[in-house]
């Protein structure tokens, strides 16, 4: 008898229906897969049979043939285990064949026949609803996960004897209950109050938050780069429930979500180590998977000490910076991850950290000084909107608790809202920093005799058509930030005093 369930592949983000389909056919028993398995779901043999087994089901007697349709798309994951077992059940006639119609399996089978979670849950159930299927069967460790989606059935169990029961009898299962994705802002337990000084750090931070203005912090051992950098996120808007789930699929494919915390209802903080590959960056492998730069999306990714991450690695970032999104191509299958992040990258100012400092001298060599300066290329570095030095804090002034600026991150965010809302009306869910060139000119007005002021400024400092497109752009951002329409000269000479450190960066 031939049979057929659904269950689901994953192709970067995104799911795709795939019909298992079971034929009983004479022969020496035991089971062929064909349709483009990967080794993991051919091993998944050895599972099925041991998993019928021990759930109570008498071994096969045919020659079992099961179909992964359509046959060029590459399947992969352990999650088919549980759809194979209830497909051959229904070629069995054990489970009648219509009780299936319209049913989805995704879950990984145990030699005991219980059932494992596996990852891509919440983009296989939200393409259950959009295809209108009936009911997803899924592992109870991904409960909570599945229940995200609202408006389709979902149903968690934890062994296959209890979807037999369920599927023959009514029986058993845990029905999800939908989450509410419009959660709160999540709190945080650090707060820009508790940085001393660096009040154009402060600013530069604000502007980006505003923007999603991409940051270069420069500065010496100990200056407070780090400590900045992780408080972005509390000066940054609460995620929409487009953004939630966004995130949220990332980190599903990825296998990050646990059953404590099935979703990411707060802006992701990605650190990677400077000894990070290409592929934990940007993303790959076989088979491929999301990156880092996939994972901080809508989120910040913050690149610590980024001279020494290798030129290759920082040279990758091109792409996403420009397009906010990454394209992995293997012999099989071209997967697109979406990448839209904030990107604040701290370095010193060279290897010793100490050139420019006012009491410690540099140890560092010219040719030390240019070798380590190298690695950040022109291309990068226009890339990077907002270029801002911190100094090192006056011990006096770390003592002195009362000379903080007290400024709190909650009246930052205020100030960061305000000008997004204006970022909103006036040109829909793009922020600034993603402009296109055509619309620079529509969107950054500037006033009377500024545009005199901006091309022999942008002559002196020998900007590019792309930096020059920043300091506009950032221009825009701190004009929102004060709640004017158009842009002043004082707005342009802020804009560009975060491009004058660029050349700072190749002097010795």
Known sequence: M???????????????????????????????????PDSSIKESKERLRSALKNSGFSPSLHKIVINLAPADLKKEGSHFDLAMAIGILVAEEII??????????LGELSLDGSIKGVKGILPSVMLAKEIKLDEVIIPAENLREGALVKGVKVRAFSHLREVFNYITAGEGGIEAEGIDVGVDQPLYDVD?????????????????AAGNHNLLIIGPPGAGKTMLAQRLPTILPPMSEKEILETTKI???????????????????????????????IGGGNPPRPGEVSLAHNGVLFMDEFPEFRRDVIEVLRQPLEDGYVVITRANATVTYPAKFLLVC???????????????????????????????????????????????????????????????SSEIRERVLTAKERQRRRQGDKTNAELKPREIKKVCRLDHGVETFLESSAKKLSLSARALHKVLKVARTIADLEGRESIAKEHILEALQYRVLERKLYEI
């Open 346 to 408: 701290a370095m010193n100012p060279c290897r010793c950290g100490y050139l420019g400092h006012p009491t410690r001298a540099c140890q560092c060599s010219p040719q030390e000084i240019k070798k380590y300066k190298s690695k950040l290329s022109g291309p990068i570095l226009d890339r990077i909107d907002l270029h801002v030095e911190v100094p090192p804090v006056e011990i006096s002034e770390l003592l002195a608790e009362k000379k903080a600026s007290g400024i709190t």
């Open 96 to 105: 009648p064949r219509q009780t299936v119609e319209r049913k989805a399996f």
């Open 192 to 208: 820009f109050s508790e940085v001393v000084g660096q009040e154009l750090a402060k600013r530069a931070m604000e502007i980006s």
């Open 2 to 36: 031939l049979s057929k369930v659904y269950s689901f592949a994953l192709i970067g983000i995104e799911a795709y229906l795939v019909e298992v389909e079971v034929d009983l056919t004479k022969g020496l028993p035991g089971i062929t897969i064909v349709g483009l």
């Open 251 to 281: 980190y599903s494919v990825a296998g990050l979500l646990t059953a404590d915390r099935p979703l990411i209802n707060f802006r992701p903080f990605r650190n990677p180590h400077f000894s990070v590959s290409e592929v934990g960056l």
